[in-house]
């Protein structure tokens, strides 16, 4: 007798865009948790990807950022750009507004690669503190915590202005 295959579906980019989309609109992952009326752990475990979410939660992020069910599954909204994320028209923006909205764009992926390193500098202590390195000087663990402190900070920082940044654009045009 032949078993039957367990068919595990393919990943989708609902977890990489909450994430984004999160980040965007200046959320905490427990600020969109109580939004969403759910758990910090499950926006945790959805941008992680370690679990997709059920249909109704599915739709109420959806529709809680204003995006199509079909874009958040399948493409990375951050590499369509600021624009569509926030629902602007690119194509009927003036050149100042786009060169703006250009440098705009570059500033959020450059805050997503900064964040990325930072989750790489986090991981690393967390297996550094692991091991318990006697070797390793106070003075070096001291520098290294101050560096992760720091780019949290910057990052935190980065946000916010992107957060104030953004409404700001969306409500200029519509005027």
């Known amino acids: 007798m032949q078993k039957k295959k367990n068919h595990i579906p393919k990943p989708t980019y609902f977890g990489t865009n909450l994430k984004f989309l999160r980040r965007i609109n200046g959320h905490s992952q427990k600020n969109l948790a109580q939004k969403l009326g759910i758990n910090r752990n499950h926006i945790a475990s959805y941008e992680s990807g370690v679990v997709e979410p059920n249909a109704k939660i599915f739709l109420k992020a959806c529709e809680y950022f204003q995006i199509e069910p079909v874009d958040m599954m399948s493409s990375i909204l951050e590499d369509e750009g600021v624009d569509t994320a926030i629902?602007?028209?690119?194509?009927?923006?003036?050149?100042?507004?786009?060169?703006?909205?250009?440098?705009?764009?570059?500033?959020?992926?450059?805050?997503?690669?900064?964040?990325?390193?930072?989750?790489?500098?986090?991981?690393?202590?967390?297996?550094?503190?692991?091991?318990?390195?006697?070797?390793?000087?106070?003075e070096l663990m001291t520098s290294y915590k101050d560096l992760i402190e720091l780019l949290k900070t910057l990052i935190t920082t980065n946000w916010e202005f992107i957060q104030k940044v953004l409404p700001s654009r969306s409500l200029n045009e519509e005027e």
Do not use: H, P
Request: aromatic content about 10%; proline content about 0%.
């Open 87 to 138: 629902g602007l028209d690119y194509d009927n923006l003036n050149t100042v507004d786009k060169f703006f909205n250009d440098q705009l764009e570059a500033f959020v992926s450059q805050t997503n690669e900064i964040t990325k390193v930072l989750e790489g500098y986090i991981a690393l202590e967390r297996i550094d503190l692991a091991k318990k390195d006697s070797d390793q000087s106070s």
